[in-house]
Nanobody
């Protein structure tokens, strides 16, 4: 069984920073994890992709976070990170990590990020 556990969310003032982590545990090898991603969902809105990173290190970002957020991964620790800088109130959402293998997709339970103005 594979589990994803996010951490690092919280309340921060606008302009501040947070670093999210998502640790993968269970019966999965690091080399089987193709893509690691962060999504977010704000109240009343659809879940949207924030950033993604491949096993080889290629990254992609939503336009709304480019230049402010940085995704990274540690394949040994089976962990993906999201460094969030210059946070804005509109970044407030539940942030979820997701991993994909050749055959499956797994989601974490989410961590709340609240940015006050």
């Amino acid at each position: 069984q594979v589990q994803l556990v996010e951490s690092g969310g919280g309340l921060v003032q606008a302009g501040g920073s947070l670093r999210l982590s998502c640790a993968v545990s269970g019966s999965i090898f690091s080399f089987n994890i193709n893509v690691m991603e962060w999504y977010r969902q704000a109240p009343g809105k659809q879940r949207e992709l924030v950033a993604g990173i491949t096993r080889g290190g290629s990254t992609n970002y939503a336009d709304t976070v480019k230049g402010r957020f940085t995704i990274s991964r540690d394949n040994v620790k089976r962990t993906v990170y999201l460094q969030m800088n210059s946070l804005k109130p509109e970044d407030t959402a539940v942030y979820y990590c997701r991993i994909t293998t050749d055959t499956s997709v797994y989601w974490g339970q989410g961590t709340q990020v609240t940015v006050s103005s």
